[in-house]
Structure formats: C-alpha cells, structure tokens
C-alpha cells in the first residue's frame, strides 16, 4: 500500500537558518504529493502541492520537487522565521480503490525556530 | 468563499457512550473525508463520501461510520467508545471531478474518552 516516510523530528533551527525536511513516499501509478503543516492546537493547512513528476510546488518562501526518480519531496526554505514553527506533515494522495483523495501521511516533523 | 467547519470543538466522553461530530464542507466541495489524529502522530484516514455514499474506508471498525448529506456536509458517528479513541478528529472536503488534488481541513474536534 501507500507510505510516506518523513525525517525524524524535532528539528530547532536558528531564525535565518536553512530548512530542509526529508519525505520519501512509496505508491503504485503517479500520486500527487502535498505538504501540509500544522500550527499549536489548529487543523491541518496546505502548504504546497505537486501533482506531476519535476513539478516544483511553493508557497510562502518554501518549496518542494516531486522526484520520481527518487521517490522523494524534500520540503525547503532559504530563511526560516520564529512564526514557521509548526509540525510539517508530508502526504502523498493515490488513485487506488477509487479513492481519489484519500491522503496518506507521514508522521510528522516538529519544527522550533529560535530568535 | 466559506471554509471547512467542525462542530464541537471539544468533548469529553465516557467510555462505552456514542458521540457525533459534525463537518460543514468548503463551498462547491462535494466530497468529504475523515481522518483521525493521534497525539503525536500524522492522521489516520477513516473514510470518504462522496455523493453521499462511502467511497474508500481506512482500517477502522465498523463502530465507526458516517454520513453526508445532500448539502455535502458529513457526521462521523463512533459507536461504544474506547479509551484508545481520544484523539483529534479531522474533516476534509475536496471537489472529485474538477481536477484539483488538494483536500482542505477544518480544525478538528478533540475527543477525549476517559
């Protein structure tokens, strides 16, 4: 079946720093691949999607390549801020048993960014 | 353009009792999903429905079942709850048919069964 695999957390980061977050998926046929993140006691927000290999999907200073040949969406960011500290959940969406939109996830990535 | 709504926010249950929670789906969404969320953890997919019957169901027990409605709105109902079942509840809607991917989340209810 469909998995996701995301690095280990926590991470803490100074502000400015560099940010990347490993996620390897595994899925059969070409799934979309999606990172949401999720801020203390709130739901689920998207943050970048891609829905085709070498797409490159970004939003508020991150991003992410969907990489076929590596299985893999490796969220960045050039400059953290002490406001993008949140959990990061990696998720990929298949088209297997007529589903269309159920989301698997990884487990998480806690990220802390100090000032 | 209305986003995704769940209501409560919040409850506390016995075990053994049945709880609903309820989800108002993003305006033009048809389709809704539910994930449960473990402390710690990334969700967990439940179901989906879509034109108001199941469409896809995660590993759940048939304890767990749910509903939408012709506004596309969706109830997830939890027969004899466990102590197990404490967790962050997560609605989802997404429009099948439109070429978009992305699912959008309401805030989730927090259940806690004691």
């Given at each position: 079946?469909?998995?996701?695999?995301?690095?280990?957390?926590?991470?803490?980061?100074?502000?400015?720093?560099?940010?990347?977050?490993?996620?390897?998926?595994?899925?059969?046929?070409?799934?979309?691949?999606?990172?949401?993140?999720?801020?203390?006691?709130?739901?689920?927000?998207?943050?970048?999607?891609?829905?085709?290999?070498?797409?490159?999907?970004?939003?508020?200073?991150?991003?992410?390549?969907?990489?076929k040949e590596t299985t893999s969406f490796h969220l960045e960011k050039g400059s953290v801020q002490v406001s993008d500290s949140a959990v990061y959940f990696c998720a990929l969406s298949g088209n297997s048993g007529?589903?269309?939109?159920?989301?698997?996830?990884?487990?998480?990535?806690?990220?802390t960014v100090n000032p | 353009e209305t986003g995704v709504t769940q209501s409560p926010t919040h409850l506390i249950k016995t075990r053994g009792q049945q709880v609903t929670l309820r989800c108002s789906s993003q305006s033009g969404h048809n389709t809704v999903s539910w994930y449960q969320q473990a402390l710690g953890q990334g969700p967990q997919f439940i179901f989906q429905y879509y034109r108001e019957e199941e469409n896809g169901r995660g590993n759940f027990p048939p304890r767990f079942s749910g509903l939408q409605f012709p506004n596309y709105s969706s109830e997830l109902n939890v027969n004899a709850l466990e102590l197990d079942d404490s967790a962050l509840y997560l609605c989802a809607s997404s429009s099948q048919g439109s070429g978009r991917t992305e699912a959008f989340?309401?805030?989730?209810?927090?259940?806690?069964?004691v």
């Open positions: 079946g469909d998995s996701v695999t995301q690095m280990e957390g926590p991470v803490t980061l100074s502000e400015e720093a560099f940010l990347t977050i490993n996620c390897t998926y595994t899925a059969t046929g070409y799934p979309s691949l999606f990172w949401y993140v999720q801020y203390p006691g709130e739901g689920l927000q998207l943050l970048l999607k891609a829905t085709k290999a070498d797409d490159k999907g970004s939003n508020k200073g991150f991003e992410a390549t969907y990489r007529g589903s269309n939109y159920k989301l698997t996830f990884g487990k998480g990535t806690l990220l | 989340f309401g805030q989730g209810t927090r259940l806690t069964v």
